[in-house]
């Protein structure tokens, strides 16, 4: 067995002194809160990454992880896929940069192709992004466009983003309250899972031109709807000629057990956001739109919407060799597979240990919510000493999620689990303070 499907393999303890080492140098060149070394210099630096193959990763004092966390989603098909691996050393035989909107480059209407099939609709077209908050802009570009009209309805919670429409629609407080001042104040939220008859009544009263939903809400806690809500949605957005937006940038390409979760729960959007897995680690997002709807971009003159490494050619190198991984009938029942397995297991973990509150997800999207920010973090990091890579989101910081490569090993994903079960345990070190005010994650099963 090689670098990709084996054990933790703990030999200093995290962070390593390479690691800190490391850390300092950050501290002084890089601003600070966007890295892994906290601003503060008491706090504890993060572990430095240098080599990562399939589910694992190494870090510079040669401790061995197992990343629950994919790389954010995006390393689905787990780290330096063999095949993702070889289509960018191709493409860097040929060609590393084109001339995004002006001269294409000849891997991009293949994959503009590959992902219109993709689509949970007929005659799809894509626009390329090159990250999942500049997918969420164009949709909302493509929206106002079409429609002429000037609301978003979006959810709390979510996440869309951190650029400025994204963020307009993104809801925890501390992302926002900095910018508040320059928020599209056009983005009207409500609650995840509301009544579909207040959602059909702030919709007639207004002229909104799309909603954006997570169909699943990942990063802030992992939330899946109540049954039939995201059908109810799309009805009632078609009765008032509102345009659906599927944010799918965590939950695409396979995460759920389905290519696009929105379409398997009986919501067809009208755009649909994807990116993260899509570039199997490179950089790539993209909007899939009707024919109709992109005929918006018709325009004279020069692109409304580019930016300078659009559709870059190492992207879709990667994203080409990706997909044909994602997409793979057996990746998509495997994950279904392990995800009832993951479901019997961590559906056990509220009764097991006192910690934890509840435990929501499907497929290989999991979040654990615990009593407290200060019980996740501490698991966080109990777990990352062991050699288990996980992170913890929620609106309030609670929920732990695991995010596996769809394609880990199963005796690892189970190694992992046992070392988060070992960390969950009263006195390993995750044990909790006191809990914070129920929110909305909790009502929603
Ligand atoms: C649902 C969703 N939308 C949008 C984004 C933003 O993507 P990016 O970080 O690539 O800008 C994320 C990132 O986590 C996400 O989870």
Redesign the pocket.
């Known amino acids: 067995v090689t670098l990709g499907a084996l054990p933790p393999l703990i030999t200093v303890a995290p962070p390593g002194p390479r690691s800190r080492a490391l850390a300092r140098r950050l501290r002084a060149a890089e601003a600070p809160g966007i890295n892994t070394v906290p601003a503060d210099p008491t706090a504890e630096a993060g572990i430095v990454w240098s080599e990562a193959a399939g589910a694992n990763v190494v870090d510079v004092d040669g401790n061995r992880y197992v990343d629950l966390t994919s790389g ?3 390393a689905a098909i787990g780290h330096r896929h063999p095949s993702v691996v070889v289509a960018l050393r191709d493409q860097s035989d040929r060609l590393v940069h084109g001339l995004g909107d002006v001269s294409a480059h000849d891997l991009r209407p293949a994959l503009a192709e590959r992902l219109a099939q993709l689509a949970p609709f007929a005659a799809a077209q894509v626009f390329f992004a ?7 802009e164009i949709a909302l570009k493509t929206a106002f466009l079409a429609t002429r009209r000037t609301e978003i309805l979006a959810f709390t919670p ?6 400025f429409g ?1 963020l307009a629609a ?1 809801t925890r407080p501390a992302f926002r309250e900095p910018f508040a001042a320059h928020l599209d104040s056009h983005v009207h939220h409500l609650p995840y899972g509301a009544e579909t008859e207040q959602i059909s009544a702030l919709l007639r009263g207004g002229q909104f031109a799309c909603i954006l939903v ?1 169909p699943i ?4 806690g992992v939330l899946v709807p109540p049954a039939g809500w995201l059908q109810r949605l799309g009805i009632a957005c078609h009765e008032t000629g509102t345009l659906v937006i599927a ?5 695409g390409f396979g995460r759920t057990g389905a290519i696009f979760v929105s379409a398997a729960e009986g919501l067809v959007p009208d755009l649909l ?1 994807c ?2 897995a899509l570039g199997g680690g490179m ?1 790539i ?1 993209a909007v899939l739109g009707t024919r109709q709807l992109m005929a918006v971009w018709n325009t004279a003159g020069e692109a409304l919407h580019t930016s300078t490494f659009v559709a870059h050619p190492l992207s879709c190198a990667a994203a080409l060799a990706a997909l044909e991984v994602l997409t793979d009938p057996a990746v998509l029942a495997r994950v279904a597979r392990i995800g009832r397995a993951l479901f019997d297991r961590l559906s056990r973990w509220p009764t097991r240990f006192p910690t934890v509150k509840f435990v929501r997800g499907r497929g290989m999207l999991w979040g654990v919510e615990l009593d407290s920010a200060a019980a996740a973090h501490t698991l966080a990091t109990t777990a990352r000493s062991r050699g288990v890579l996980v992170l913890a989101g929620g609106a309030t910081g609670r929920v732990l999620q695991i995010v596996p490569p769809l394609t880990i090993a199963e005796p690892i994903l189970d190694v992992a689990l046992d070392v988060l079960e070992g960390a969950l345990e009263p006195g390993s070190g995750s044990s909790a303070s006191s809990g914070d005010a129920a929110d909305l994650s909790s009502q929603l099963q």
Not at 158 to 163: A, D, N, Q
Not at 217 to 220: D, F, I, N, S, T
């Open positions: 954010f989603g995006a090159v990250t999942g908050a500049e997918a969420v979510s996440y869309h983003g951190l650029t994204a993104t997570e809400v990942g990063r802030e944010d799918e940038v965590f939950t956001c990116g993260k950089p997002a």
